[in-house]
Structures are given as structure tokens and as C-alpha cells.
């Protein structure tokens, strides 16, 4: 399995932005597709972007549409998360994970990262 460790979270005022980034190790890191998901407090964790192998191919929850942008770099084997334009409602950690076959279910994906948060001031 591959291993993943996030980082980039922090506090940011609303309208702000943050790059999340996501190191793979441990496995072939263009076999998996790389996704991102977010749990806020008392909710369950929910999909937010995810990324073919090739890298061709990005999905994403109707609710960063426009303002999340999710990437991957194959030297660095490293899955990123742009996200422009925060809101409040964003707050949350995040999460990377790998999964073998497309889905925005979290039950698909086999690795996951510790998570990384996430703070938007209002």
C-alpha cells in the first residue's frame, strides 16, 4: 500500500488561498487515482476532487467547482489541492487518499493520509 503524508493546512481569512500537498510513497504512484476529501466537525467525511492516473481525467464536488483545482506531479510523486477564493463553510481537515479504481467514495480508497486542517475566518 501506498503511503501518504499531507501537509500545507492552515489558518486563512475567507477569500484567501492555501496549496495542499500530499507525498506518496511505498507504491507505484501512477497506478492509484489520488483523491482529496474533507470531515468538519460533526459531519461525516465528504468528496472534494479527484485525479486520474494520467493525470488527464479530475473530478469535483459541485461545491468547490471553479475554485479547487487538484493536481499531480509523477517526479515528485505528490498530489496537490489549489484552493482559491475560502470560505468558512471549508473548514475541515483534509484528507488524501489513493484508491484503485475511480470513485468518490471513501470506502473505495485503501490509503489514506493523517490529514491535514484546515481554518477559514470569516
Known amino acids: 500500500q501506498v503511503q501518504l503524508v499531507e501537509s500545507g493546512g492552515g489558518l486563512v481569512q475567507a477569500g484567501g488561498s492555501l496549496r495542499l500537498s500530499c507525498a506518496a510513497s511505498g507504491g507505484t504512484f501512477s497506478n492509484y487515482i489520488m483523491g482529496w476529501f474533507r470531515q468538519a466537525p460533526g459531519k461525516e467525511r465528504e468528496f472534494v476532487a479527484n485525479?486520474?492516473?494520467?493525470?488527464?481525467?479530475?473530478y469535483y464536488a459541485n461545491f468547490v467547482k471553479d475554485r479547487f483545482t487538484i493536481s499531480r506531479d509523477y517526479a515528485k510523486t505528490t498530489v496537490y489541492l489549489q484552493m482559491n477564493s475560502l470560505k468558512p463553510e471549508d473548514t475541515a481537515i483534509y484528507y488524501c487518499?489513493?484508491?484503485?479504481?475511480?470513485?468518490?467514495?471513501?470506502?473505495?480508497?485503501?490509503?489514506w493520509g493523517q490529514g491535514t486542517q484546515v481554518t477559514v475566518s470569516s
Open positions: 485525479i486520474s492516473r494520467g493525470g488527464i481525467m479530475t
Open positions: 487518499a489513493a484508491a484503485r479504481a475511480p470513485s468518490t467514495s471513501p470506502s473505495d480508497f485503501d490509503s
